[in-house]
């Protein structure tokens, strides 16, 4: 057997456990060390952990330019895509971070009372000789939401601006010991503020 024909024999019968087990190795390091979810890049580990990109969650703090902190709820069907929340939530990075903050600080916030209301409204009108209150239970403290281009033009009295807003991931763990689920930070919090380049 040539040295050729002998080299050909021996990547034929190791290069994909080779490539297999660099893999594995990749996700286990990128797990531990980069806050990659252990259900993804291979799953390995996956079903000993309840670290799934679901059970993570995203924390936004927006305020506005007196500092005052504005009651945010994130929704992912607007100007935050499904795509980089699910990006968010494998593989969480600052780069991410941040461009929810400043997509957060660009778009104006719409108070989720308004839009509470006009449903209740527009049911009430379809549906005059309705015998029930379409009443929508509402918050007792305003909530704001990111305006989509779904939304009809409001009045600025119910549009918010955030000034600077501040994102940080959270994901699940088991403490053994305690025999308790806690959240636990995945790196630190990235702050935007308006007028800063992303």
């Known amino acids: 057997m040539t040295g050729r024909a002998a080299?050909?024999?021996?990547?034929?019968?190791?290069?994909?456990?080779?490539?297999?087990?660099?893999?594995?190795?990749?996700?286990?390091?990128?797990?531990?060390?980069?806050?990659?979810?252990?259900?993804?890049?291979?799953?390995f580990g996956?079903?000993?952990?309840?670290?799934?990109?679901?059970?993570r969650?995203?924390?936004?703090?927006?305020?506005?330019?007196?500092?005052?902190?504005?009651?945010?709820?994130l929704s992912f069907d607007g100007p935050l895509n499904a795509r980089l929340m699910h990006r968010l939530r494998c593989y969480p990075t600052p780069r991410h971070l941040l461009e929810v903050a400043a997509t957060v600080v660009a778009t104006d916030l719409l108070n989720t009372r308004v839009r509470a209301q006009r449903v209740s409204e527009r049911l009430r009108l379809e549906n005059p000789n309705a015998d029930?209150?379409?009443?929508?239970?509402?918050?007792?403290?305003?909530?704001?939401?990111?305006?989509?281009?779904?939304?009809?033009?409001?009045?600025?009295?119910h549009t918010r601006r955030a000034a600077r807003a501040k994102t940080q991931m959270f994901r699940l763990r088991w403490d053994d010991s305690a025999a308790r689920v806690y959240c636990e930070p995945l790196g630190g919090p990235v702050e935007f503020a308006s007028g800063a380049a992303p």
């Open 7 to 43: 080299w050909g024999a021996c990547f034929d019968r190791w290069a994909v456990p080779a490539l297999m087990v660099f893999v594995a190795f990749n996700q286990l390091r990128m797990t531990h060390h980069a806050a990659l979810s252990p259900w993804k890049g291979g799953g």
């Open 46 to 55: 996956m079903f000993g952990s309840i670290d799934s990109p679901t059970a």
């Open 57 to 73: 969650a995203i924390r936004c703090q927006a305020f506005d330019d007196a500092g005052e902190a504005i009651p945010l709820e």
């Open 132 to 157: 029930f209150d379409f009443a929508i239970a509402v918050a007792d403290k305003d909530i704001y939401r990111l305006k989509s281009a779904r939304d009809p033009d409001s009045s600025a009295d």
